[in-house]
């Protein structure tokens, strides 16, 4: 099993090839091809290699799949005894990546 685990978006995502995965929006047309290259981790076959704190010599080959929002989340802030009430909601925007390959 080949898997990588890359650092995109403030977040670190296990990925494998043949999968997608929503990120933070990231600035691009459905279809671009973009390669992430802050590989922390990568392991093909039982062989690992960790990164200090990346890999230099192996990169992700990805397509922007489409655009898209997240789930709602509401806030809603209350100040006792001061009739405040403020309600609010958010939804952020998302990237769908499709892992082409991982590129050594």
């Given at each position: 099993?080949?898997?990588?685990?890359?650092e995109a978006g403030g977040k670190q995502i296990w990925v494998q090839p043949?999968?997608?995965?929503?990120?933070?929006?990231?600035?691009?047309?459905?279809?671009?091809?973009?390669?992430?290259?802050?590989?922390?981790?990568?392991?093909?076959?039982?062989?690992?290699?960790?990164?200090?704190?990346?890999?230099?010599?192996?990169?992700?080959?990805?397509?922007?799949?489409?655009?898209?929002?997240?789930?709602?989340?509401?806030?809603?802030?209350?100040?006792?005894?001061?009739?405040?009430r403020v309600k609010k909601g958010h939804r952020q925007k998302?990237?769908?990546?499709?892992?082409?390959?991982?590129?050594?």
């Open positions: 099993m080949t898997y990588a685990i890359i043949g999968r997608f995965y929503d990120l933070n929006y990231i600035n691009g047309e459905p279809g671009d091809i973009i390669h992430l290259n802050r590989v922390l981790f990568y392991s093909k076959e039982g062989s690992v290699k960790v990164g200090n704190p990346c890999l230099r010599d192996i990169s992700i080959e990805t397509k922007i799949l489409k655009h898209l929002k997240g789930r709602k989340i509401t806030i809603f802030k209350m100040k006792p005894k001061k009739n405040v998302l990237t769908r990546l499709f892992i082409e390959k991982i590129i050594e």
